[in-house]
């Protein structure tokens, strides 16, 4: 069984966990941008939260099947269409031998994932389907896809379960106004009082220079001490000596526009990470659309790890419909 | 009256390139398909296509705005 692309859409790529354990090899983790909206479309079609999907960037593919096939699509709220009419997102499908699929405007979010029962059956590499396309590794040939492909659906792997819809209560919302938690450090210390205080007390808005290595806002921008840069730094005092990126490690390169690094995003280099999105607001950060407003909020490690607990929370109430 | 619709969020522009003239002008007549402009999200330049044939009647956004999805890009009168 496969799909066959007609049309790739604008970046849709094989996605699943992530490849988790090269990073200080500068391979970084990839995955699905936002985990909770893939792991829901997988729970759907009966399949585990570890077979890859494919994860669809502002406009979707057209596609056809070759089989009957069983999907679910969640994620940024877009027009679902079998064949030209509209079915409802974060519920189970049953496409038959020959259906196309396609989607609409989006309506809300920025990403949204398509599900097949069986998985998506690309070869791992590095224990992982995922795309990771600078490196030209894993998803179709280390790439997006594109028009023509036949993208391979493996066997099922379980029953399908009970539940065909994700309750309300368990979807995430698709605002054009986002707060996002940050834990400062590791080098907050070289903004001034006044930069520290725009970064988290002012608004900063998405600009359109936003993907799966990173997403880069506008506002006030930040302050930077002045200091003698030491040796081996660049010259800009947002320069450091180079260093480990954590994933969602915000950088202010020249001070003017912050950049939140996100799955995709190389494992170090020579800015300064200001600060740091918790690891349970990546998702959140991931469904933003170009123009979503956007606050930082500076949390403790304890409301970080709280925040991480209640979001496994979540999934696991996901996985137990 | 056809509306052209962006398909995706992003920065607008009318031209292929700065140096160059619009893809279309207020005015002119339009093909099904004819690329009236180009939006730029990722670090990637998609084109819009007009999907009537017509005179372009007006575009509704300026060179250089930001677009949603959904947003009215351009009016084709058809015909």
């Known amino acids: 069984m496969a799909l066959t692309i007609e049309q790739p859409g604008l970046l849709t790529t094989v996605q699943d966990q992530g490849r988790i354990g090269y990073y200080h090899v500068g391979i970084p983790q990839g995955g699905a941008m936002d985990q909770e909206s893939a792991q829901a479309a997988n729970k759907l079609v009966g399949n585990t939260a570890a077979e890859a999907v494919l994860e669809c960037t502002y406009t979707g593919p057209v596609l056809t099947v070759d089989a009957p096939t069983t999907i679910a699509v969640t994620g940024a709220d877009v027009p679902v269409l079998v064949n030209g009419e509209e079915h409802p997102a974060w519920r189970r499908l049953e496409l038959a031998a020959g259906d196309t699929l396609k989607f609409g405007v989006l309506r809300g979010g920025a990403r949204f994932y398509l599900a097949v029962r069986g998985g998506i059956a690309v070869p791992e590499v590095l224990g992982s389907r995922s795309t990771y396309a600078i490196g030209r590794l894993g998803g179709l040939d280390g790439r997006k896809l594109e028009a023509g492909d036949v993208v391979p659906v493996g066997e099922p792997t379980g029953l399908l379960p009970e539940v065909e819809e994700i309750p309300e209560r368990l979807r995430p919302a698709f605002s054009r106004s986002l707060e996002l938690r940050i834990m400062w450090g590791l080098y907050d210390h070289l903004l001034t009082d006044e930069g520290r205080r725009r970064l988290v007390e002012e608004e900063w808005k998405l600009t359109p220079v936003a993907d799966r290595m990173g997403l880069r806002f506008e506002g006030p921008g930040v302050e930077w001490i002045q200091r003698r840069q030491p040796f081996g730094a660049g010259s800009d005092p947002s320069n450091i000596v180079d260093a480990g990126y954590a994933v969602g490690s915000i950088q202010v390169p020249g001070g003017t526009q912050p950049i939140v690094l996100h799955r995709d995003a190389v494992s170090g280099g020579g800015y300064a990470m200001v600060g740091t999105v918790i690891s349970a607001d990546m998702d959140l950060l991931a469904r933003a659309a170009p123009g979503t407003v956007t606050r930082f909020r500076a949390v403790s490690m304890d409301e970080a790890l709280q925040a991480r607990r209640e979001r496994t929370e979540r999934l696991e109430e996901i996985w137990a419909l | ?79």
């Open chain 2, 1 to 79: 009256m056809a509306e052209i619709q962006s398909p995706l969020p992003g920065v607008f522009y009318r031209r292929p390139s700065p140096d160059k003239d619009p893809f279309v002008r207020d005015g002119d007549p339009v093909e099904t398909d004819q690329v009236i402009g180009l939006i730029e999200v990722m670090k990637q330049f998609s084109e819009v296509r007009s999907d009537a044939a017509g005179t372009l009647q007006a575009f509704e956004v300026e060179d250089g705005d930001m677009v949603n999805p959904g947003d009215v890009i351009a009016v084709v009168a058809e015909g």
